[in-house]
């Protein structure tokens, strides 16, 4: 079984930062691939960022790229999303994702990733 607590949301005025956290319990999370995705109010779940087990490889929406970055750290089993430049437009549910088929391809696709966190809400005000 593999659980996944997000921390770290809120609410933030634009040009703000958070910090996503996100532990997970498995046997293996140093093997897992992991990814952050979110979900806006009327939208559709939609990928934010991913960063291979190894924590070499990483992948970002081109909507964050520059403002947004995923790390890991493998000792502690969590994954960490930087968030720099904070838009009104960032305004949705957080989610960590586990891939654990220890693919070497980091990939935005949610049908790779079998686990999820319940989610972390951050607002961005105007």
């Known amino acids: 079984q593999v659980l996944l607590a997000e921390s770290g949301g809120g609410l933030v005025q634009a040009g703000g930062s958070l910090r996503l956290s996100c532990l997970v319990s498995?046997?293996?999370?140093?093997?897992?691939?992991m990814g952050w995705f979110r979900q806006a109010p009327g939208t559709e779940r939609s990928f934010v960022a991913a960063?291979?087990?190894?924590?070499?490889?990483?992948r970002y929406a081109d909507s964050v790229k520059g403002r947004f970055t995923i790390s890991r750290d493998n000792v502690n089993d969590t994954v960490y999303l930087q968030m720099n430049s904070l838009k009104p437009e960032d305004t949705a549910v957080y989610s960590c994702?586990?891939?654990?088929?220890?693919?070497?391809?980091?990939?935005?696709?949610?049908?790779?990733?079998?686990?999820w966190g319940q989610g972390t809400q951050v607002t961005v005000s105007s």
């Open positions: 960063i291979a087990w190894s924590g070499g490889r990483t």
């Open positions: 498995g046997q293996s999370f140093n093997r897992y691939n």
């Open positions: 994702a586990a891939d654990t088929t220890r693919s070497m391809t980091v990939t935005p696709s949610q049908r790779a990733y079998a686990y």
